[in-house]
């Protein structure tokens, strides 16, 4: 089946329209997702921010810069991938998300990576790496390695913010996306051999 952007706009205007938990009320945007809807990378961040809130985009902000130059060492750009968060509406003061925050949101994430189907998702910190990979293990243990959930294969690494509020982080940020941007060289050159 051919992914269409239509399959996405759908979701999104179902997400526009979700009252499913209170964080709706506080909203000036949903942040829905941004990216290639035929993406073989699906980045999941955990919330959005003031900034995404405002402007209605994911990592628009200084952790978006950061993103963008961490994308870049991986030899990708942001037409490569697809970026959306746990929750697609801000919480008050950047909280961390609440647990039925997450469950009311968990519906639109599954659909977006159902509709995408890609090959990879980078779990961007603790929220998205515990959710989609059903874990209680925190980023610190599992940053840089390669995991799997179905069929999808899962990279954990750092929420490019973490290296902002912490610059030891930095040089684990940009290993580990060296070593994406290696396992997607890597699966690209299977294909084509296969092929």
Request: hydrophobic share 40%.
């Amino acid at each position: 089946m051919l992914i269409t952007p239509q399959s996405l706009e759908s979701l999104r205007r179902q997400v526009e329209a979700c009252h499913a938990c209170p964080l709706w009320q506080g909203r000036t945007n949903v942040v829905f997702g941004a990216g290639n809807p035929q993406a073989r990378i699906l980045i999941i961040g955990e919330a959005p921010g003031k900034n995404e809130d405002l402007q209605g985009e994911p990592f628009v902000g200084a952790a978006g810069k950061k993103l963008d130059a961490l994308l870049e060492i991986a030899d990708l750009a942001r037409d490569d991938v697809f970026i959306a968060n746990v929750l697609k509406c801000r919480p008050p003061s950047n909280r961390n998300p609440l647990p039925e925050e997450i469950t009311a949101c968990a519906p639109f994430l599954r659909e977006q990576t159902r509709t995408i189907n890609p090959e990879f998702i980078v779990t961007l910190g603790n929220f998205s790496t515990k959710f989609v990979l059903k874990t209680q293990l925190g980023i610190t243990r599992l940053h840089g390695q390669l995991q799997h959930a179905g069929r999808f294969k899962v990279f954990p690494i750092y929420h490019p913010a973490a290296a902002i509020y912490d610059r030891t982080k930095q040089q684990a940020l940009e290993d580990d996306f060296r070593t994406l941007g290696r396992l997607v060289k890597e699966s690209n050159q299977n294909e084509v051999a296969a092929n």
